[in-house]
């Protein structure tokens, strides 16, 4: 099995930069798709970023666009989203997946984290 565990949510104002991080652990056997997906409360779970495991490819949310950047480190086993220019509309619980290949649906990912709370406030 493949275990995911984010961190790095926190309550920031409007405009801000925050780093989330996604440690991958177990029996990752196979080249994994990596992803963020988030889900705000009464709404229901929207893609956000994914990757590739060689980075080759990448792709973003329209609302995420010029904001956000995803990568990997895959000697670290570990996932980043990096978001800038935080809006209210951000604030949701982002969650990590995995997938054996490349998707932006979130049907299509096997394997989540619990979910770190991103909160965009004044």
């Known amino acids: 099995q493949v275990q995911l565990v984010e961190s790095g949510g926190r309550l920031v104002q409007p405009g801000a930069s925050l780093r989330l991080s996604c440690a991958v652990s177990?029996?990752?056997?196979?080249?994994?798709?990596m992803a963020w997906f988030r889900q705000a409360p009464g709404k229901e779970r929207g893609f956000v970023a994914a990757?590739?495991?060689?980075?080759?490819?990448?792709s973003y949310g329209d609302s995420v666009k010029g904001r956000f950047t995803i990568s990997r480190d895959n000697a670290k086993r570990t996932l980043y989203l990096q978001m800038s220019n935080l809006k209210p509309e951000d604030t949701a619980v982002y969650y990590c997946?995995?997938?054996?290949?490349?998707?932006?649906?979130?049907?299509?990912?096997?394997?989540w984290g619990q979910g770190t709370q991103v909160t965009v406030s004044s």
């Open positions: 990757i590739s495991w060689s980075s080759a490819s990448i």
């Open positions: 997946a995995a997938s054996n290949g490349w998707s932006t649906d979130k049907n299509e990912y096997n394997y």
């Open positions: 177990g029996r990752t056997f196979s080249r994994l798709v």
